[in-house]
DNA sequence: GTCTATATAATGATAGAC
DNA sequence: GTCTATCATTATATAGAC
C-alpha cells in the first residue's frame, strides 16, 4: 500500500542528508496516510516508506507512532478553516463545501476525516479531543452569539461530522441517491437554524 | 481485557457442550464488544473469552472474524428500533434519547455506536453500508413523505451519527460543557426540520 | 464439542553498522 | 543521517488430540 505523497506537488527528490526536511517529508506522508486509512489503518512502515525513509527514522525523528499522531492532528487543526469565515456567511459557506465534488483539495474536508477515521483508537480519541477542544470549539463559540452557544456549536461540529461520515467514509446508499444540490440546500437550512441566534 | 457479556443477564454457566448456545453466546459477547471498542479494537480471543470460549471457537461457528463481524451488525440492525415510531414523534423521541443519559441501555444508541467504532475499517465499511441500506435508509425514506425524501433522510442519519460521535465517542468538551435539556431542545428543532415535509 | 499447541504474518520499536 | 537486521509482541487462523 503506497501513500503517494504527491512527488508532484513539489520539492523533488534531493531532500537526503536533511534532517528538517526529512522531518517535513514524514509528516506530509502521515497527514495524508493518517487521513485516509485512520490511525489503526496504517503502519509505521507505509508512512515511511510514502516518505522515502525508512521506519526506523520515523520514530527517530517523532519518538513513535502514537507522538507522530499527535503532530500529525495538530499541524491539521492548527490552520484555520472554518473559523475564517463569520457567521453570516458560514451556513452556506460549509454547505456548498459539504455537498459539493471532493475532488478538489478542500482541507476542512481533511481534519474531519482525519478525526472520522481514527476516533474509534482511544489514544487517537484523546488526542483528538485535547487538539480540538483547543482549535476549534473554543473560537467557534465566540463566533456564535446569542443563547445556547455551547449546544449550538456542538450541534453544528456534529452535523459536519455526521456528514462527512455518512458522505465520505460510509459512502452511505442514502447520500449515494441524493440530488448534491438539493442536499446543499437543505443542508444550508439546517446550519443557518443553529447560526442564526435565534432563541428556543 | 475483558467484555463481560453479562452473566447476570441470564442463563449462568451450563451452556458447555451445546453448540447453539454456544453460538448465541458468541455473538452475544462479540455484540458488546464489537459496540464498544470497534472492528479493529478487539480480538477474537477476547470476544471469545467474554462468551467463555477459546477462540478457535470462533472461528469454527463462524468462519472467520469478518463473518462474525458480519452477523453482528445483521442481528443489531435487523431488530427495528427507530422505525417503529412514526413521523410526528420521531423527532421529539429521537432527541429525547440521544441527548438523554446514557446510562439505559438504549438499542438504538448501540447501532450506531457500532457503526461508528468499524467503518474505518474498510471491510467492515462494507458490511455496514450494505446493512444499514438494507435495514434503515429505505422504509425511512417511505415514513418520510414529501419533497427530497432521500435528502431528507441522509441528513437525518447524519446528525443521528454525527451528535452520537461527538458525544459518545470522541467525547467533545462542547457536548460535555452543553445542557442537556437544551441540547435536546435544539435537536428537536433539526429533526422537526428535516422530518416535516416543508418544501424548500 | 471443545481443547492445547502451533503456523504464519504483521505490527511497533530498537541495536548497531556505515 | 540513514540504513539493514532483528527483537518482542500480537493478530487471525488452523491441525490434531481427547
Known amino acids: 500500500m503506497d501513500v503517494d505523497t504527491g512527488n508532484v506537488t513539489g520539492e523533488a527528490a534531493p531532500r537526503r542528508r536533511n534532517a528538517a526536511s526529512t ?11 493518517f487521513t485516509r486509512y485512520g490511525y489503526d489503518g496504517i503502519g509505521v512502515r507505509e508512512i515511511a516508506q510514502g516518505a522515502g525513509v525508512t ?6 525523528y517523532f519518538g513513535s507512532k502514537e507522538l507522530l499522531f499527535a503532530e500529525t492532528v495538530e499541524s491539521v487543526f492548527a ?4 473559523l475564517t469565515n463569520d457567521a453570516a456567511t458560514l451556513s452556506r459557506f460549509v454547505a456548498a463545501t459539504l455537498a459539493g465534488d471532493e475532488s478538489d483539495e478542500n482541507d476542512h474536508v481533511d481534519g474531519f476525516l482525519l478525526m472520522l477515521r481514527s476516533v474509534s483508537n482511544p ?6 479531543r485535547d487538539s ?12 456564535l452569539p446569542g443563547p445556547d452557544s ?25 447520500m449515494t441517491r441524493a440530488d448534491p444540490a438539493a442536499l446543499a440546500r ?9 447560526l442564526d441566534p435565534a432563541p428556543a
Open 23 to 33: 522531518r517535513e517529508a514524514i509528516l506530509r506522508s502521515a497527514k495524508i496516510a
Open 55 to 60: 521506519a526506523m527514522l520515523v520514530n527517530r
Open 79 to 82: 490552520e484555520p478553516t472554518l
Open 123 to 128: 489514544r487517537a480519541a484523546d488526542i483528538l
Open 132 to 143: 480540538i477542544e483547543r482549535h476549534f470549539e473554543q473560537q467557534l463559540a465566540a463566533l
Open 150 to 174: 455551547h449546544e449550538r456549536v456542538a450541534l453544528f461540529l456534529s452535523l459536519i461530522a455526521g456528514f462527512q461520515l455518512m458522505h465520505n467514509v460510509l459512502d452511505s446508499a442514502a
Open 186 to 194: 437543505r443542508l444550508g437550512v439546517l446550519f443557518q437554524q443553529l
